[in-house]
């Protein structure tokens, strides 16, 4: 009986020590447990200092390809077309002769018109001679006064005579030269519209004969926003040329230009102002009436806000970055954006120079989030130190 007492006595001492261990040991694993899950470090992020910038802003227009001089050939004279001096599509210089109009009736009328001219100036001489006769009998009054007042009308009209027949003369010397059709400009030539042959008359409505287009320069002619042009444009009058860029994506070739001029009034309906650029085109390959790509720069010479596309992302279609503020949490920050150059969006409105923008790991960042913002200087030194200590680990 003493014995069985004993072992009751025994099982409950055992029993309430171990309750004193449990009871004794529960909290201090729970605290080793808890400081093991505490909260993890704030996540390493690049970041940008937001510093204005003087960058170029090309702006993107479509335009059309017009001639700088063209010519259209219509004849001066009449008559029958007998020789055409060139092929459709040649280069002609100013002065080429391009069509020949029958010259042989300007040709009689030229030497008719020579002849006049001679017999004018035969009777002017004559009359000239009777005037100085008359000049000198009058003198001893060996002639009346009447005599002399009629010698004196004679040698005025004859040299009046003569300068009417001078003029008839270059008035036949034009109209011959105008039967050999030449060309007004230098360029490209179309076709022949009439043929040899054909019968051609000068009037108002004379039959277009051919054309010819320049090809050392062209303009392209491009509709550019109001915005634009008083953003931009406007800014920059006094201080140089507006540079403009042309693009032929078939041709893989690309043209420096400037502006050559703006319209003087802006379209009510469109809100565009019509502008005209100017290229060298030596190689002959930009054609009236090509559409083609441009891009306009701005004045150059203002200091804009750009960051790097990395830090900006798009909440269905607005535009946010996120800033580093106080003690180092992510701010949410809506912004305008503009266009983009070289890897970099222009900012329109939302950042202040000196604010710092995460420019990495945007999408695992909330707002208020703290993080640990590091250049990329400091990455990278981080990085290396990584390496060496696991090189020496490793030893």
Known sequence: MRNKLLSFLFLVVAIGAGGAVVYFGSPVGAMEQEGEQGPPPPMPVEFVTVAPEQVQIWKNFSGNVVAVDRAEIRPQVEGRITEIRFTDGQNVNKGDVLFVIDPRPYEAALTQAKAALESAKVQAQLAEKEYQRAKSLIKSDAISQSVMDERDNNRLASAAAVQGAQATVLRAEIDLDFAYVKAPISGRISRAEITEGNLVQKSPNAPLLTTIVAQ????????????TYVDSIYQSKGEGDVPVRLKLSSANKEYAGTV???????????????????????????????????????????????????AIATDQDRKYVFVIGEGNAAIYREIKIGSSVSGKRLVLDGLKEGERVISSGLTHIRPGMVVNPQTQAEKDALALASEQKQAETKE
Do not use: C, W
């Open 216 to 227: 050392d320069r062209v303009y392209v002619d491009f509709e550019v926003d109001e915005r």
């Open 260 to 310: 050559h001029s703006f319209d003087n009034r802006i379209d009510p309906a469109s809100g565009t102002i019509r502008a005209r650029a100017i290229f060298d085109n030596r190689d002959g390959v930009l054609l009236p009436g090509m559409a083609v790509s441009v891009e306009m720069g701005g004045n150059g010479q203002d200091k804009q806000i750009m960051i790097t596309e990395r």
